[in-house]
């Protein structure tokens, strides 16, 4: 009897996740239909369980209509959460979800996302909230003058006139064009709806803020008579560094219910997605793997997003949809199993696809190198024996077969020359004991068991061995490039393998120390202990020699005001001290630097690095790479010239440059101004 193919369905929904895929955004239509397919608890339920009944009247006649701003980047979980709010509106509520022109969100074609949808409660026929799931678009996208920031402003304008709730979802940069476009109309800015905006646009980032105060709608009939406003800032929250949300996202994925059928398999050995199913389910080589991302989250300066996290969870458990065409992923992992495609298949492994995801089967990334490395191994084939034929197989499919996508999405992240590209181990000298591991000899790699090492790199390095031992037994010397393109290419395996393994990565201890140091800024000065206030204190004194030092003159720290003048002096040293702080901008991977006055410039984690290198030792301040330190310097600079340096009584000193090289020195010492030049000395005493 023929067995029954078997085929995990969970690996072609799955594919949906990816950015590209029909799940990837959350719309209307979907809402009422498709439960998400992973979802976890965040902070945001909170507040759509608050939202989802403040924004109605109620039985109870709720007089208090609710605003709820939420800002953040494409990708970070606005759209579920308004899905979220509207199941909860129809299903326990009871009202209904319509668009602009009535049409049920259950009724509107899939690839529609209406630009707002008004929510009408019971038998009523006017709306009692609106919700705009997406600032950033415009109800008619074919408008001569398509204009985001407007659209928004009539929106919050209608809401406000006819006094009902409104729930919006946009990015930063619509609601500061709004403001910034209509903060000077004189018919605009004294609205009582647009001061709105500008409270917003001025508020501190968080999860929760509210404007203070509840507003009076006024004017004519209104739904409700006063309104409650509140946002929300999802920019400034990872899902690695203190939450479990990542986490829990892989569990979900990770859940037996979704794998059950893949224990009847007879394939399962060799199938990189369950392989990888099972390295992540367990807690060690989760932790691993987590490890890595919040590294490079850290290294990058910018959080991971549900869709960038969804979509690297739906490539290493079902891979790459370019892959398949149309078919199903059990059947590509059958396909290549029976062609001997081995190679195919440890590509999709979890340590290529975040390592080498951009290296066709491993090969090199450089096209002339791979094709000289793709030379020396059609002559491997032809040294290694008939006695070989798996070997023979597998490398004939790295030379003729079709190999998988090196396109896989997330792009930010995975791919050539992006962030975890950048953090590769292999870029720097790694231990010597590494190497013996991992490559010296291939019976000395490490086979620690399930459920890292498997059967499939078993197969490769059985496949590896077999080809070298050929060419030991092989006398002519022109095997040498034989011998240079099999050890790069089994290496590029071996090395992210045993790297992922042991939680070896570029810069690994310093972002560790960065990540520390985000959660010790961001904790309120009276919860440090005296140890992480000296810590901090220190990475100040850091920052305030690394200013110093990239000065032409050490001593006198000195800031150019223009390209002619510069100031020094004991004002300069004692008011333009940096002060390490949370960075607002940039969520909770990054710090910010705030000088006197209240300029601040983001310090993100590259600077870091450097800074940690040259504090060590290691780098000599003139190769500091400067444009990371252009941010801070610009506002050390801009702090100096808002500063009171010229009522400053005691040692400050301007420094003029004329257009002949004379140097002059303008100092003021006990209230007193002392001018001097290179060539002569001119003391003049002024009140």
């Known amino acids: 009897m023929t067995p029954t193919l078997v085929q995990n369905d969970f690996l072609r929904d799955l594919l949906g996740l990816q950015q590209d895929g029909k ?43 609710r605003w709820h701003f939420f800002v953040g980047s494409p990708g970070n979980g606005k759209s579920a959460a308004m899905g979220k709010l509207c199941r909860q509106l129809t299903e326990e509520k009871r009202c209904r979800v319509c668009d602009e022109g009535g049409g049920s969100i259950s009724e509107i074609d899939q690839a529609t996302i209406p630009y707002a949808l008004d929510v009408i409660e019971s038998d009523n026929r006017y709306a009692s909230a609106q919700i705009v799931q997406d600032a950033s678009v415009v109800r008619n996208p074919y408008s001569p003058d398509v204009n985001p920031a407007r659209e928004l402003l009539d929106t919050i304008k209608h809401a406000w006139d006819k006094g009902i709730s409104l729930v919006i979802c946009t990015n930063r940069g619509v609601l500061e064009k709004a403001h910034r476009d209509y903060h000077m109309d004189r018919d605009i800015n004294s609205t009582p709806w647009f001061r709105v905006v500008t409270a917003i646009v001025s508020a501190n980032t968080s999860i929760v803020g509210e404007i203070e105060g509840e507003r009076e709608f006024g004017g004519g009939r209104t739904v409700f008579s006063r309104v409650k406003i509140k946002y929300s800032h999802l920019d400034n929250r990872s899902l690695l560094l203190g939450r479990e949300t990542f986490s829990g996202l892989i569990q979900k994925a990770t859940a037996e219910a979704h794998w059950t059928c893949c224990q009847s398999c007879p394939d399962q050995s060799m199938c990189p997605f369950r392989l990888n199913r099972d390295w992540l389910l367990d807690e060690e080589g989760r932790r691993s793997f987590l490890q890595l991302l919040t590294r490079a989250e850290v290294f990058s300066g910018q959080v991971i997003v549900f869709r960038e996290a969804l979509a690297i969870i739906s490539l290493l458990l079902a891979g790459c949809p370019k892959d398949y065409d149309n078919i199903h992923p059990c059947d590509w992992v059958r396909s290549k199993i029976a062609n001997n495609d081995i190679f195919s298949l440890a590509t999709r492994r979890l340590y290529m696809s975040l390592f080498a995801s951009y290296c066709p089967l491993g090969l090199e990334e450089d096209d002339d190198l791979r094709k000289k490395q793709l030379e020396g191994l059609r002559e491997l084939r032809d040294v290694v024996g008939e006695g070989h034929s798996l070997a023979r197989a597998a490398i004939g499919q790295v030379i003729e077969g079709n190999p998988p996508s090196t396109d896989v999405g997330v792009t930010r992240l995975l791919g050539e020359g992006c962030v975890i590209t950048s953090l590769d181990p292999c870029r720097e000298a790694l231990p010597a004991e590494f190497y013996d591991r991992w490559d010296a000899d291939y019976d000395a790699v490490p086979e620690s068991g399930l459920p890292y090492f498997t059967d499939l790199e078993r197969i490769c390095i059985s496949i590896w061995k077999d080809m070298e031992e050929a060419l030991e037994l092989t006398a002519d010397y022109e095997v040498l490039n034989c011998h240079w393109a099999l050890r790069r290419w089994s290496s590029n395996f071996l090395f992210h393998y045993g790297a992922l393994r042991e939680g070896l990565l570029a810069w690994a201890e310093e972002l560790d120390r960065f990540s520390i140091l985000l959660g010790l800024v961001a904790k309120a000065p009276q919860e440090r202990s005296p140890e992480e206030r000296r810590t901090i204190h220190q990475l ?12 032409e003159d050490q001593s006198r720290s000195l800031i150019p005001l223009s390209e002619s003048v510069k100031l020094a002096g004991e004002w300069v040293r004692d008011k333009l001290k940096p002060k390490t702080i949370v960075s607002e901008a940039s969520g909770s991977v990054a710090l910010a630097i705030r000088f006197e006055g209240g300029e601040k410039a983001v310090f993100l984690a590259p600077m870091y690095l450097w800074l940690t290198r040259k504090v060590e030792g290691k780098l000599e301040a003139r190769c500091f790479p400067q444009e990371l330190i252009a941010g801070i310097s610009d506002a050390r600079v801009r702090a100096a010239a808002k500063g009171k340096y010229a009522f ?7 420094i003029i440059e004329a257009e002949d090289g004379e140097k002059f020195r303008l100092g003021r010492f006990d209230g007193e101004v002392d001018v001097t030049s290179e060539h002569t000395t001119l003391s003049e005493n002024c009140e």
């Open 23 to 65: 799940h990837a955004i959350s719309a209307p239509a979907n809402w009422t239909i498709y439960r998400p397919l992973l979802e976890v608890p965040t902070e945001v339920d909170g507040i759509i369980s608050e939202l989802c009944g403040s924004i109605l009247q109620g039985d109870n006649g709720n007089e208090t209509a």
């Open 540 to 551: 100040d004194l850091r920052l305030e020699s690394l200013l110093s030092g990239l000065t």
């Open 648 to 654: 400053a009584n005691d040692d400050v000193e301007l």
